[in-house]
């Protein structure tokens, strides 16, 4: 019963205020009600009415309505303070579970000021915003992540109890961030002879033309530096040559899935991404290879970018 509430209002909240990466609060996204300091302050105003009553005294009364005068009063000035607030989500970066994920949140307002709004999800602490007039404030908001794959978000409450906390006006918001977590790494040794199709792994490491050992002489060729042509060689009348030098090529590295001796397929996947991390720390070219997936021996940032995506989303359905 409760699940069915629960889906029930989940689907009004999605009607009502849809997923948006920028929106502004009205009157259909504000919900307003008396808070406990209310409620009790309504409870006091009604005993005082009914002892005005009981002694026909015009002190009690004209006290008591000048007191829900200003209660009404304090509802209008509560619900201002949060209407016309625009927000824009301004994205976030992709980290690895466990991780505190950061979100760019822009609060606009468009002419007056807003004061004492508080942001937070369920369960995390409340975040305090003061929205100077006609500016903007710009904020980070932080979430923890638990698993891999995309960050699925409940929806930011926004909320405001000034000036006089009697009513409490919020707001329950979707921004649409994306955020993509990848697998929490986990430390394991390199897999040892796991080279790339047509590669020996005991073959010896093969040479390209480098900086680091010399080889030897060979012929001037145009566009040769001139810092490594052999000048004693040219003044012992022997022609122009150049100097050649080589330094070992390293050997890539395939990364395989059945290569990882995890006790589930999660800390296999975080086995990887640790590899991953390690790999690129080494600067040694690379490559992936999960069940329907295969990745060709590369290093560099962008690699390791599409490596960890497809570490972090195998298995799931890829929300972009």
């Known amino acids: 019963m409760r699940a069915r509430a629960r889906r029930w209002h989940q689907g009004w909240l999605r009607r009502r205020i849809p997923p948006a990466r920028s929106l502004r609060l009205d ?16 409870l006091l105003l009604l005993i005082m009415l009914i002892g005005a009553i009981n002694y026909q005294n015009s002190l009690v009364y004209g006290l008591t309505f000048t007191l829900l005068s200003l209660f009404w009063v304090a509802l209008h000035h509560t619900y201002r303070n949060l209407a016309a607030v625009q927000l824009r989500a301004t994205g976030g970066r992709a980290v690895f579970a466990g991780e505190q994920v950061p979100l760019g949140l822009t609060l606009r307002s468009e002419r007056r000021e807003h004061q004492a709004l508080k942001l937070r999800w369920p369960g995390l602490d409340a975040v305090s915003v003061d929205v100077p007039a006609g500016d903007e404030q710009a904020l980070t908001l932080f979430h923890p992540t638990e698993r891999r794959g995309w960050l699925v978000l409940e929806r930011l409450r926004i909320e405001t109890r000034y000036p006089l906390g009697w009513f409490v006006a919020w707001s329950l918001v979707d921004l649409d961030w994306q955020v993509l977590v990848y697998p929490k790494p986990v430390s394991a040794p390199l897999p040892v002879g796991a080279a790339p199709d047509g590669e020996e792994g005991d073959q010896p490491h ?4 480098g900086v680091a050992d010399f080889q ?14 052999d000048w004693r060689a040219w003044s012992r009348g022997q022609g122009l040559h150049s100097k050649v030098f080589a330094e070992p090529q390293q050997q890539s590295l395939w990364l395989d899935l059945a290569a990882a001796a995890g006790r589930d397929l999660e800390e296999c996947l975080g086995m990887l991404t640790g590899w991953v991390l390690e790999m690129e720390r080494e600067q040694r070219p690379y490559g992936l290879s999960l069940p329907g997936v295969r990745i060709e021996p590369a290093q560099g940032d962008r690699h390791r970018e599409v490596c960890l995506r497809a570490l972090a989303l195998y298995g799931l359905e890829a929300r972009a």
Do not use: K, N, T, V
């Open 27 to 42: 009157h259909r996204r504000i919900f307003i009600l008396p808070s406990r300091a209310g409620m009790a302050f309504l």
């Open 216 to 229: 030897g002489l060979r012929a001037y060729r145009p566009g040769d530096s001139r810092r490594r042509l």
């Open 206 to 209: 093969a040479q390209q033309e």
